[in-house]
């Protein structure tokens, strides 16, 4: 009897430590966690809807409404994938839950909102509140208290739900201002985590069983942009000088010099009826141009066997991979075409008359384009099947990866038949264009002309003219 109690207490006494510091550790992070295992969810009410910024912060107010974090819970594409993969994941008998919400509606998410994901489409969400159709909003990332580690899915057990973020959703807004001129409406909080690239990881990094899915952070983790001290910032929210605060209303607000844009631009673009869609499409433009260099070298000319040869160089200057993020989705090619006394002797990179590339979506028994060099990420399921039509990002199993890395370059060697002509003129044009879809994919989505197709950008372009009787003379290049 006594030597039994004697057990007991050794075995006791190390679980009386364990609950304590459980009790502890939760009691002291429930006010700003939310994990899907959170007790419980935050109020829509903690979060202020992004209008109630507007008067005060006019200029955040104004960048932010025209970018994509605004739209990420307005756009058609969005809750049509989002209904064809809840469906994919019903017929399987899993519940993909507010997978597709945890980071387009971050509130919606911490706040246990939408009960019912599957059930979601554009026009039924037109009902909820604004704090959940504003996508990812002001007071949501202003709620930041604390950074997040990578969001990894395991679709074996099933769990979708698994972003972490750390907020404070109050009055107390958090920011990287650490001298705030004190206002009624809310308290400021410095928090030093807002100029790093952490402040971007919940939602811009995501494993799939372990495996690299969407990783833009994990890029420039490992680029010399972050060991140089270059977060996500630098690039997407350029500093400016000017006031965080309306002067008119605070004259005592001091001109500040390290103010950020809030455009945060890339290459996807609000495609329906949408505020400052020209703003919008100026900081996109702005932005590729710092996205890369094509230069056309060793450009040779074999006489005797009256071939071009010449290499085509893609370098890489942006922060993490070229396409990043939903890489399996985006358009990133050369479009080449080589020119002798204006006909069209060589081309690549061609469009169809529905303005498609004779990519992998396009049937493969008609006209093919064998050259073709398109920068993407191919992702295969468990069945083996590939590509945007067949397997979406959580549905992944392995990926092929032909993105470009940082501060690298791809280069591919050309060697082209010329016409049989001593004294021609030679013209080798060569673009890097850019688009965040194929027309195919809204046409598969079943939005064929409710949302407008992408439009493609050139990131870079070189043109070469040279005659073959000066022995490779060159004219121009641009
Ligand atoms: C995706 C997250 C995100 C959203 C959405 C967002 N901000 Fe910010 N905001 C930041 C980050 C990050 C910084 C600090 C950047 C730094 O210091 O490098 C910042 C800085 C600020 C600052 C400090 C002054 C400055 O420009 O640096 C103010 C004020 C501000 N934001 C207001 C707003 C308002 C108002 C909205 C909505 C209209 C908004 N923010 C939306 C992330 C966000
Ligand atoms: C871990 C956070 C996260 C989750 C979960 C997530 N997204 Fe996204 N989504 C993003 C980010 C970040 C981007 C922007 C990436 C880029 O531009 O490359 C994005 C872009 C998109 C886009 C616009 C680009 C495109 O592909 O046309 C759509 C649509 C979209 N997501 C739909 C979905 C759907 C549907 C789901 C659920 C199956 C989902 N997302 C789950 C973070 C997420
Ligand atoms: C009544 C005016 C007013 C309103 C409304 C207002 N702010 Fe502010 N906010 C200020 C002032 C004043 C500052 C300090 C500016 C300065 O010192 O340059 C500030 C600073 C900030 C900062 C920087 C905090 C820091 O220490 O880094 C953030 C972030 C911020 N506001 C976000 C918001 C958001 C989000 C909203 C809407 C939910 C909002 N504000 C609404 C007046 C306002
Ligand atoms: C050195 C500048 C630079 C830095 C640093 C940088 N980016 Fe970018 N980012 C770019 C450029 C240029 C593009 C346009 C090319 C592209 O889309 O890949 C871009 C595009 C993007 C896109 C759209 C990607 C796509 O192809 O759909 C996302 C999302 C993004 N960046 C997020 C981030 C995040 C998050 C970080 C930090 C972890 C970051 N960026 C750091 C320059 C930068
Ligand atoms: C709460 C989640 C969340 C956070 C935090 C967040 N983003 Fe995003 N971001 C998204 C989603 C979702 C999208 C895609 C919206 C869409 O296209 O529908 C997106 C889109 C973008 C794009 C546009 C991509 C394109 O293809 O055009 C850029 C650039 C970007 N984010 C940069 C940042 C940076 C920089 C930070 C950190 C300061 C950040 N984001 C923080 C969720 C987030």
Same mark, same amino acid.
């Given at each position: 009897?006594?030597?039994?109690?004697?057990?007991?207490?050794?075995?006791?006494?190390?679980?009386?430590?364990?609950?304590?510091?459980?009790?502890?550790?939760?009691?002291?992070?429930?006010?700003?966690?939310?994990?899907?295992?959170?007790?419980?969810? $935050?109020?829509?009410?903690?979060?202020?809807?992004?209008?109630?910024?507007?008067?005060?912060?006019?200029?955040?107010?104004?960048?932010?409404?025209?970018?994509?974090?605004?739209?990420?819970?307005?756009?058609?594409?969005?809750?049509?994938?989002?209904?064809?993969?809840?469906?994919?994941?019903? !017929?399987?008998?899993?519940?993909?839950?507010?997978?597709?919400?945890?980071?387009?509606?971050?509130?919606?998410?911490?706040?246990?909102?939408?009960?019912?994901?599957?059930?979601?489409?554009?026009?039924?969400?037109?009902?909820?509140? !604004?704090?959940?159709?504003?996508?990812?909003?002001?007071? $949501?990332?202003?709620?930041?208290?604390?950074?997040?580690?990578?969001?990894?899915?395991?679709?074996?057990?099933?769990?979708?739900?698994?972003?972490?973020?750390?907020?404070?959703?109050?009055?107390?807004?958090?920011?990287?201002?650490?001298?705030?001129?004190?206002?009624?409406?809310?308290?400021?909080?410095?928090?030093?985590?807002?100029?790093?690239?952490?402040?971007?990881?919940?939602?811009?990094?995501?494993?799939?069983?372990?495996?690299?899915?969407?990783?833009?952070?994990?890029?420039?983790?490992?680029?010399?942009?972050?060991?140089?001290?270059?977060?996500?910032?630098?690039?997407?929210?350029?500093?400016?000088?000017?006031?965080?605060?309306?002067?008119?209303? $605070?004259?005592?607000?001091?001109?500040?010099?390290?103010?950020?844009?809030?455009?945060?631009?890339?290459?996807?673009?609000?495609?329906?009826?949408?505020?400052?869609?020209?703003?919008?499409?100026?900081?996109?433009?702005?932005?590729?141009?710092?996205?890369?260099?094509?230069?056309?070298?060793?450009?040779?000319?074999?006489?005797?066997?009256?071939?071009?040869?010449?290499?085509?160089?893609?370098?890489?200057?942006?922060?993490?991979?070229?396409?990043?993020?939903?890489?399996?989705?985006?358009?990133?090619?050369?479009?080449?075409?080589?020119?002798?006394?204006? /006909?069209?002797?060589?081309?690549?990179?061609?469009?169809?008359?529905?303005?498609?590339?004779? /990519?992998?979506?396009?049937?493969?028994?008609?006209?093919?384009?064998? !050259?073709?060099?398109?920068?993407?990420?191919?992702?295969? /399921?468990?069945?083996?099947?590939?590509?945007?039509?067949?397997?979406?990002?959580?549905?992944?199993?392995?990926?092929?990866?032909?993105?470009?890395?940082?501060?690298?370059?791809?280069?591919?060697?050309? #060697?082209?038949?010329?016409?049989?002509?001593?004294?021609?003129?030679?013209?080798?044009?060569?673009?890097?264009?850019?688009?965040?879809?194929?027309?195919?994919?809204?046409?598969?989505?079943?939005?064929?002309?409710?949302?407008?197709?992408?439009?493609?950008? #050139?990131? /870079?372009?070189?043109?070469?003219? $040279?005659?073959?009787?000066?022995?490779?003379?060159?004219?121009?290049?641009?």
């Amino acid at each position: 009897m006594k030597k039994n109690k004697r057990i007991n207490l050794t075995l006791v006494l190390p679980l009386v430590i364990i609950v304590i510091s459980y009790i502890y550790y939760n009691f002291n992070i429930k006010s700003s966690s939310y994990s899907p295992y959170s007790e419980k969810p $935050f109020l829509v009410e903690q979060f202020q809807v992004a209008e109630n910024c507007q008067s005060c912060h006019p200029q955040h107010y104004l960048e932010w409404s025209s970018s994509m974090h605004a739209y990420a819970f307005k756009d058609p594409v969005f809750f049509a994938m989002n209904t064809n993969e809840q469906n994919y994941h019903k !017929d399987k008998g899993e519940d993909l839950g507010q997978f597709c919400i945890e980071c387009h509606s971050p509130v919606a998410y911490t706040t246990n909102l939408i009960k019912n994901p599957d059930k979601l489409t554009f026009k039924n969400s037109q009902k909820l509140p !604004d704090q959940v159709t504003e996508g990812v909003g002001c007071a $949501f990332c202003h709620a930041m208290v604390h950074t997040s580690d990578t969001p990894n899915i395991n679709t074996k057990k099933s769990l979708f739900n698994v972003v972490e973020y750390h907020i404070d959703p109050s009055n107390k807004m958090y920011g990287s201002i650490s001298d705030p001129l004190p206002n009624n409406f809310h308290e400021s909080v410095y928090n030093q985590d807002f100029s790093t690239s952490e402040a971007c990881l919940p939602c811009h990094n995501l494993l799939v069983d372990g495996k690299n899915a969407e990783i833009t952070f994990s890029e420039w983790e490992s680029s010399k942009y972050k060991s140089n001290g270059f977060p996500c910032q630098e690039c997407h929210m350029e500093t400016y000088e000017g006031f965080a605060v309306d002067p008119k209303l $605070f004259p005592q607000a001091k001109k500040r010099y390290n103010l950020h844009r809030h455009f945060f631009a890339g290459i996807d673009e609000a495609r329906t009826a949408f505020p400052h869609k020209d703003l919008q499409r100026n900081e996109i433009k702005r932005l590729l141009e710092q996205t890369a260099n094509l230069n056309i070298n060793d450009l040779t000319l074999i006489t005797e066997q009256n071939k071009i040869k010449f290499e085509v160089e893609v370098f890489n200057r942006a922060g993490h991979n070229i396409p990043s993020g939903a890489t399996f989705a985006r358009e990133l090619w050369l479009d080449i075409k080589v020119l002798s006394a204006n /006909d069209t002797i060589y081309q690549t990179g061609f469009v169809n008359e529905n303005n498609e590339l004779y /990519d992998f979506s396009i049937d493969p028994n008609k006209e093919i384009d064998p !050259d073709l060099v398109i920068f993407r990420s191919v992702f295969y /399921d468990e069945k083996g099947d590939s590509g945007i039509y067949k397997t979406s990002a959580q549905r992944m199993t392995k990926k092929s990866d032909y993105t470009i890395s940082t501060f690298e370059s791809f280069r591919k060697n050309y #060697i082209i038949n010329a016409p049989n002509s001593s004294d021609n003129d030679f013209k080798i044009i060569a673009k890097l264009k850019f688009r965040a879809r194929s027309p195919g994919f809204i046409d598969h989505l079943g939005l064929k002309g409710q949302v407008p197709y992408s439009d493609t950008f #050139i990131v /870079d372009e070189k043109i070469v003219e $040279f005659d073959s009787g000066s022995q490779l003379s060159m004219i121009s290049e641009e």
